[in-house]
């Protein structure tokens, strides 16, 4: 059986999901489509607004047969390191294709450009650190300088899409047996479009708008997201007040041990909170040209979870494959995959055994106080059979 790896949030799953599915496997000829999904926290530094057993089983209702999870140190981090850890697992568990959805032109070859970054990474580096303008976020510095680098290419765009398709090309190529790369471009709203538009695809942020303003939006779902969202809803608005105390009640230094936490930025972090009176108050006063919305976000929850530099060191040197579910055709994958596979595999957790472990076991509880309704989401929880 031939599998096709797709990297995914599915925030919520929703019918572009579905045609992102059913495009892997036609475009792939792969018998099974795998999703690396990530868990209760996201890469955009946020809590997922349903958890992550209720989107499991919406994408193998809908086009998916096998999830496994991506660790929250991988899953928790900017696209070099999201796609680092997200191609290791696809990997690892034997895909020998990659779909994924971009809003780059569809003549782009992701291939080739995975290609030359392999070749070149020494003049990649120097160009990097000869770039002056401190303004710049690094996803704008790298398309500088990829552009500058691979002009032939019609290198444009910095759509978090295109971005994420960029380091999934990067990471593939340095496999000694990389991945072939089917990008689909993207159809219906773009990524952050919140208008609902009926007979439209629409992006996860309008949905996420649209339920938090009461909007129907059970055209835009299958039914299963329908009613998962009727269930429960996560936000930094629910997790905002224990944010804000984590900040309240450490001392400088202790906030200055967090991972990525640089230049002082803790001052500026605990001055915002004593005055915000909920999470946009707060992500105004910290917001700056220098930062972006979503490196903040990140830095946020790596202070809720707290989340060290050697906690997360230590999580990046250890693998396994945490499998969240699957349909008859992904469980039969799985059988013929076991034999040949080099990372533990794991079917439940109710104790952690690694560091990697750990820190998703302790995302997990603090996920859960953003919403009472979040049921309990490790003790007793096995794949979900579709």
């Not at 490790?378 to 579709?386: F, K, L, N, Q, S």
Request: aromatic share 10%.
């Amino acid at each position: 059986m031939k599998a096709c790896g797709v990297i995914v949030e599915y925030n919520p799953f929703h019918n572009g999901h579905r045609y992102h599915a059913q495009q892997a496997r036609k475009r792939s000829g792969a018998e099974v489509v795998v999703a690396c999904m990530s868990g209760n926290f996201l890469q955009r530094g946020e809590p997922a607004i349903i958890d992550k057993w209720l989107r499991t089983e919406a994408a193998l209702k809908n086009g998916v047969d096998l999830v496994i999870e991506l660790p929250l140190c991988w899953s928790l981090q900017a696209a070099d390191f999201f796609a680092r850890g997200s191609i290791k697992l696809l990997q690892g568990i034997g895909c020998e294709s990659l779909c994924f959805g971009t809003d780059a032109e569809d003549r782009f070859d992701y291939q080739e450009f995975g290609n030359l970054v392999t070749g070149n990474q020494m003049l990649i580096d120097q160009t990097y650190q000869q770039l002056q303008d401190e303004k710049l976020s690094y996803p704008q510095k790298m398309n500088q300088v990829y552009s500058q680098l691979f002009a032939d290419m019609q290198l444009a765009g910095d759509t978090p899409n295109h971005i994420l398709g960029l380091a999934y090309a990067k990471e593939n190529a340095a496999y000694p047996h990389p991945m072939k790369l089917i990008s689909v471009p993207r159809i219906g709203s773009g990524y952050n479009e919140s208008n609902l538009r009926q007979g439209q695809l629409a992006s996860g942020t309008g949905i996420r708008e649209g339920v938090r303003s009461g909007a129907d939006i059970s055209s835009f779902v299958p039914p299963k997201t329908a009613w998962g969202l009727t269930q429960q809803s996560a936000s930094w608005e629910g997790l905002w007040p224990y944010l804000r105390y984590r900040l309240l009640s450490a001392k400088p230094e202790e906030l200055r041990r967090i991972y990525q936490m640089t230049e002082g930025l803790e001052h500026r972090l605990i001055e915002a909170a004593k005055q915000a009176l909920d999470f946009q108050q707060f992500m105004a006063q910290v917001k700056s040209k220098r930062y972006t919305w979503t490196r903040l976000q990140r830095l946020f929850c790596y202070v809720l979870l707290d989340i060290n530099n050697q906690e997360m060191q230590a999580a990046w040197q250890e693998n396994q494959l945490r499998v969240l579910g699957f349909t008859e055709i992904g469980q039969r994958y799985l059988s013929q995959q076991k034999k040949k596979l080099t990372f533990p595999l794991v079917t439940r957790v109710g104790k952690a055994q690694n560091r990697q472990q750990e820190l998703t076991l302790r995302s997990d509880e603090i996920y859960r106080l953003a919403d009472p309704r979040i049921p309990e989401q490790a003790v007793g929880r096995i794949p979900i059979r579709v």
